[in-house]
């Protein structure tokens, strides 16, 4: 999910339906976030991903609807601190563990038809979504030791795979990692990160908090909070 620092997606499953372009989109696993004024569907089956006037055309082929909050006019300009963050120290388990899940997560992505690379990686990084959950503090070594390691890689590497390799990190330690991927408006974009127990961005800019989650280990829709459910 990701083009450059932020993705777009693709993978397999469920019935297909026609979106309101005329792509085949699956029903299970398309997710419409919806402003005032714009809907986009993201197919996370097919990684199909749609810019579209608001209307409720997604709600009839059966689509998950996300609500986005609405922000402030930025026209697509933040505000950055000029002082760089304090490292994180990373303890060695870490870093070791780091290393083979970055060259299987680069693998994941390089392996197998193009066209499938969002969906192989959207399901590598749910693979761990039924253990018990990671602390903040585990959240924050995976991150930091899976950018660490992934320094020398002679590969596109942005949020959808730094994202992916911490979750897989964080299952291999045999926890469950807050995946999150989501939608931000002004202008659209896409994102996927790592979040705390409490739902907080792990390592992320200010930003990430205009984004809105569309998808998580428990499948299309907000986060497990945002529904009202407990962990």
């Known amino acids: 999910m990701a083009t450059g620092s932020r993705t777009h997606a693709r993978h397999r499953v469920g019935r297909a339906s026609t979106s309101p372009g005329g792509c085949a989109m699956s029903r299970k696993n398309t997710v419409a976030a919806l402003t005032t004024h714009v809907c986009v569907l993201i197919d996370y089956d097919t990684g199909h991903t749609e810019l579209r006037p608001a209307s409720d055309a ?31 120290p990373i303890p060695l388990r870490w870093r070791v563990g780091a290393v083979p899940v970055v060259l299987v ?25 039924d253990l018990p959950p990671a602390t903040e503090c ?12 992934a320094r020398v890689l002679p590969m596109r590497w942005a949020c959808l795979e730094d994202s992916t390799a911490a979750a897989l990190l964080l299952a291999v330690a045999r926890r469950r990692a807050e995946w999150r991927h989501g939608v ?32 998580t280990p428990d499948g299309p829709g907000p986060a497990r909070a945002d529904r009202g459910v407990r962990p």
């Open 58 to 88: 997604a709600a009839h082929m059966g689509a998950t609807v996300v609500r986005l909050r609405d922000t402030a006019l930025s026209w697509g300009t933040v505000e950055q601190s000029a002082v760089l963050p304090t490292p994180v």
């Open 105 to 129: 997560t680069a693998a994941t992505w390089a392996v197998g038809p193009r066209r499938g690379r969002f969906s192989r990686l959207v399901r590598l990084a749910c693979a761990g979504c």
């Open 138 to 149: 585990q959240s924050r070594y995976a991150v930091c030791a899976v950018r660490w390691a």
């Open 184 to 215: 931000a408006t002004d202008p659209v974009r896409l994102h996927a990160w790592i979040a705390d127990p409490e739902g907080k961005p792990v390592e992320e800019p200010a930003d990430t908090a205009l984004y809105t989650p569309t998808y």
